[in-house]
């Protein structure tokens, strides 16, 4: 059977403490994180919904890990996020900063899942069918906030942002905290980015499916956000420009002058010997 995960939301106190926003919110934080891994190439496992129902309230959502590549068995990547889950969040409760969630844009997932249990948002995951779940009251809410302040603020006190432009491929069209976003892969780096784009660049008309699926090379400018070791942590983007590609046809680019009449071997030969070049 796939790998299922469960996050039940609730109020705690009165019925009247839980807002639609912070449910849905508090659910897509943790699945985020779950799934969160800056160092990752690609997306083998995305998390779909398998069930979604209310009990006024609470709110549970479940959802099942499947495989972004036919064919692919991601069963066991799948156990891996979630025990590596369990132990960043148990790492986090006891007041130490998590390796995995290191990353500037893991931070803020941590800190607003926290900051949600003081405002009466009792989280219950369970990450397996046959053990028990993991409870988050506000009490964790409050015991968090020392860790909070070590872990996100230095952090945030250290970021710079200036003006620039990057180039990458189109991964992915999304949203990041409600607003339009894109996920691009930086040329450079590989490093996979999270860009918020202004109402001025319309994703809807301007990009479609086959680009994300072809992984069509944009450049996005805008307002970039570096962290103390000089990564990018996020853009801030108000113009995205997909750019053009066309085939060439190897006649265009062949110079058949380039050895100067030399087989291939005599010309290896005459570069090592440093003859050429």
């Known amino acids: 059977m796939a790998e299922r995960m469960t996050v039940i939301i609730s109020p705690q106190g009165g019925q009247d403490n839980l807002t639609v926003e912070d449910a849905m919110r508090q659910v897509l934080s943790v699945f ?6 800056p160092n990752q190439s690609g997306h083998e496992v995305v998390w779909k919904l398998v069930e979604a129902k209310t009990n006024s309230p609470p709110f549970s959502v ?9 064919g692919v068995n991601i069963d ?3 156990k891996t996020q979630k025990e590596e889950f369990k132990h960043s969040l148990a790492e986090f409760r006891s007041g130490k900063a998590p390796d995995r969630w290191q990353d500037y844009q893991a931070q803020i997932i941590v800190k607003d899942l926290f900051e949600r249990l ?13 053990s028990a ?11 968090a906030e020392n860790t909070l302040v070590e872990f996100v603020a230095p952090e945030e006190s250290k970021i710079k942002s200036q003006m620039g432009s990057l180039e ?16 691009i892969q930086e040329r450079k780096s590989g490093q996979r980015i999270t860009c918020t784009i202004s109402d001025e660049w319309n994703v809807a008309h301007q990009a479609t499916f086959e680009d994300v699926w072809k992984h069509r090379r944009v450049v996005v400018r805008g307002l970039i956000a570096y962290g103390k070791s000089g990564s990018i942590k996020s853009v801030s983007a108000n113009i995205v420009s997909l750019r053009e590609e066309h085939s060439v046809e190897v006649e265009e680019i062949r110079d058949r002058n380039f050895t100067n009449g030399l087989n291939a ?5 005459k570069i090592r010997e440093g003859h050429l070049g």
């Open 32 to 37: 985020e994180l779950l799934s969160y891994n």
């Open 62 to 70: 479940t959802a099942e890990a499947r495989s972004t590549v036919p």
């Open 76 to 78: 066991q990547i799948a």
């Open 118 to 130: 003081t405002h009466g948002v009792k989280t219950q995951i369970y990450v397996d069918s046959d």
């Open 133 to 143: 779940p993991i409870l988050l009251t506000e009490a964790d809410g409050r015991i």
């Open 168 to 183: 990458g491929v189109l991964c992915e069209v999304t949203t990041y905290y409600g607003k339009p976003a894109i996920v």
């Open 265 to 269: 071997v005599e010309y290896l030969n």
